[in-house]
């Protein structure tokens, strides 16, 4: 019995990583789609709907009612986010303006 339960918070866990990873890279791909297309407001306004909604519906049936499963998944998602984060910065190097910019504070 307390191993089913370990189980299905461990799966909890797991299921808010792939909440997260689907959200914060949708996200990330919405930005680099959306700058780039002749009507931005469309893709952003439509990513959200469909980001939150698949999210919202996760986090639903994840925690079926039980408040562990949703905190781990929770946990899982906030971990999502700082791996996104990770894996999609761009390491720009400053421009000489930039360089400059920063003595005159």
Known sequence: MIMNEMLT???ALVAGVLLGVMFFGGLWWTVRKGL?????AAWFLGSMLLRIGLTVAGFYFVGGGHWQRLL???LGFAMARFLVTRFTR??????????????AA
């Open 9 to 11: 918070l461990l799966l």
């Open 36 to 40: 780039a297309s002749k009507r931005p």
């Open 72 to 74: 781990l998944c929770l």
């Open 90 to 103: 761009v390491d720009e190097k400053p421009t000489a303006l930039e360089g400059e910019a920063g003595h």
